[in-house]
């Protein structure tokens, strides 16, 4: 018989060896899973993670992984602060969406007007539409009680009818021939996101994650409040006991996530997409949440949590065009990721022992 | 003279990882003795009674009840072998009636009516007043220990345990329980009695085992030796004196009046117009059984729960409305009663757990900046000055005994050098030698001009350290009373023991 045996204290080897097995464990069982659909399961595997940055299209594919990664890592930086303090935004696709809204609605008012303004108050429009979104969960939690896993949840879907009344109705382009979707605004300068350095995939959202990375690092291991957020977290009485006022914190991580989400959406919008359509919502908002976890709410972490689900990403659709692997293929992978990284977890503060039987 | 042993254990043993919690202990329970297990906490005393009453098996040794081996499976088993326990803590459903309660935990329950009439007959025959339709929501701590005990006693038990009974009774509950223990043995009944408490135990055991680091280190009968004897048994060496002297009381430091707040959860106590003033180098101890308001008095003070303007001056500086960290920036610190999860993070280093509270005061904190060397350097100061026992400033405080966590809490707020000190229960489930050097570490701040507040609700201690006593019941504080020459029986009253002497409702 095999039983666990609580840890006296988190192992530390095992924090850093169980995001591994995980992907590890990932990579096995999503082999197994294609050997039996009747694929080759070790070219399947390559072509996930290897060809997208060293095959034959990697020249594509490669500025893609940037793309990709960096709205994950902005988001998921965010969600890890409040997930730390043991708030818990499961909506950041909606705040996602709701700042993509807001910041296009900036640009499409000063459409056609050119000026170095645009650009960045758009930016601001973005994070603010975010931090809105983000703060009506806060505010209902701290008025009502309601839990903000429910409310900010259920505002993703309210988000997404929002996003489609947009792209139907008042952001409808009026030379876009009776197509639903807003201006493209990749080809309207003063208000686009373009690629910085061609070739490398990076536009302002890859530098705002990179800030992102380095701004909730210096918090959460420099800064007072980044102690009372992880305080909160483990012991709620201990925070409030230093001075943490829990409705002040609840609205400064949902806020702080919200506006995170929020730009993310503002570099989308400006920039890969493009546009606001009914289907701007591509799921950033929850795979970020793997990325947070995968990435052990570490800021580090996160940075490489959301490079590698980023690969996840190109290389399942590589497998799809080049294998003719079904769709669902990225979500099975994501969703495994998640599913070994929670269960190796209980290693962290289990170990496994023999019952020694009698 | 000696009667048949009721119960006997022979060299007994058992290890968690790590410990070695009881080694070879070897005692026996006469029929008709009210027998004494003392030691200090981790000495060994709960892990020897949950062997008996089948909740932990030993390693070693064997046990023997009425000369049949006694090795429960489980707590059901051993109840039918005639052995019965009181916990400290009772487990009782607060909606439910003390009849259904009492149906709960029995094997068979006999008809509503006719288990009525046996609880009525019990606690008549037992001198413990208690009516079996009344609710238990409307008991007492008394009174509610009553019904376990009754509990136990319609099992006729051969051996009855009571773990620490009067840690939560005041001193006329506790004699009005002495007086039914006692008549429970004159009818042969074996008592099993843990307590730490040395005066108690003097006055009403027959014998006495005494345990430390899980070892038998000595057995007699407890009158024949004094408090201080005990105690040196306890805890293997000579107690620590309290030194009083040398402090004066001087200018008002702190003045609560009309203090009022609303309970701040369903199981709180609302706080009814608290006022108290505290001078400069003086004690102030605050007593009461618990749940009357002694949290919510501490979260008034830390600054966790916010009062009125002018409720809370601080040598002229108005705090009501101020939050924990303005108010340790002025000088007015506290220590709550929960060492794990309230005054420390479990999961947080040492060093971290100095940011909790000493940031502004200590300069470890600039800007919203940690300065993290600061902050270990202080942790090694409260961990020297303090003799808190730990590999170093970045243990967890999880992994801390409770003895050594709550000297580094208290050591923490002490040196923060504060003008006023609120600490609420600083030496609960503490070793005596931690309590000792805590005691001692609060005299010595208000020696040095501060004043200090002691919320407990171990009397011994209240004496011991306060200059004036009050006592806290249904969240009303009552007028403070210099200590001295206060009688165990005032204090007594003071607390609202009334209520345990009443005639019951039957």
Known sequence: MIRLVPRAEASAAWQFATPLLAVLATMLTGGLLFAVMGYDPVAAIRTIFWDPLFGMASSYSRPQLLVKAAPLILIASGLAIGFRAGIWNIGAEGQYIIGGITGAAVALAAYPSEGMWIFPAMVIAGAMGGWAWGMIPALLRNWFG????????????VAERVAAWMAFGPMKNPEGFGFPGSRNLQQYPAAANPELIAGTGAHWGVVAAAAAVLVTWFLMSRHIRGFHIRAAGLAPRAARFAGVR?????????????????????????????????????????????????????????????????????GGELAQLTLQLPAATVQVFQGMLLFFLLGFDLLTRFRIARRITA | MTKAAVFRAEGIGKSYPGVRAND????????????????????????????????VRPDDGRMLLNGQPHDPSDPRAARAAGVAMVFQHFSLFDALTVA??????????????????????????????????????????????????IRCLLQDPRLLIMDEPTSVLTPQEADLLFATL????????????????????????????????????DSCNPRDH??????????????????????NAGDVLLRLSNLSLPAPTAEGTALKNIALTLHAGEILGIGGVAGNGQEELLAALSGELRSAPGTVVLEGDDLGGAGPETRRKAGLLAAPEDRLGHAAVPDFSLTENTLLTAGPRKGLVRNGLIDNAAARRFAQDVIREFDVRTPGPHTAARALSGGNLQKFVIGREVMQAPRVLVVNQPTWGVDAGAAAAVRQSLLDLARSGAGVIVISQDLDELIELSDRFCALNEGRLSDPRPTEGLTLDEIGLMLGGAHGMEVAQI
């Open chain 1, 146 to 157: 309601a839990s903000e896993i429910l409310v900010s949840l259920m505002l993703v879907y």
């Open chain 2, 226 to 247: 004094s408090a201080r004897e005990l105690a040196a048994m306890m805890v293997g060496g000579e107690m620590r004196v309290i030194d009083r002297s040398g402090r």
């Open chain 2, 182 to 217: 006692r008549k429970l043995a004159d009818q042969g009944t074996a008592i099993l009695y843990i307590s730490h408490k040395l005066d108690e135990i003097r006055t009403h055991c027959d014998s006495a085992t005494i345990l430390r680091h899980g070892k038998v280190v």
């Open chain 2, 100 to 149: 259904e309660n009492i149906a709960l935990g029995m094997e068979n329950p006999p008809p509503r009516r006719e288990l009525a009439e046996r609880i009525r007959k019990v606690s008549h025959d037992f001198g413990l007043p208690l009516n079996p339709a009344r609710r238990v929501v409307t008991l007492s701590a008394g009174e509610r220990q009553r019904v376990e005990i």
């Open chain 1, 246 to 314: 829990p409705g002040t914190l609840v609205a400064f991580c949902l806020g702080l996530s919200g506006a995170f989400a929020g730009m993310a959406g503002l570099f989308e919008v400006a920039g890969p997409a493009g546009q606001i359509t009914d289907s701007f919502g591509s799921g950033y908002g929850f795979t970020a949440i793997i990325v947070a976890f995968l990435g052990r709410l570490n800021p580090v972490g996160i940075l490489l949590a959301g490079l590698l689900l980023a690969l996840t990403y190109i």
């Open chain 2, 24 to 55: 070879d202990v070897s005692f026996s329970v006469g029929s008709g003795r009210i027998h004494a297990l003392l030691g200090e906490n981790g000495a060994g005393k709960s892990t020897l009674v949950k062997m008996i009453y089948g909740l």
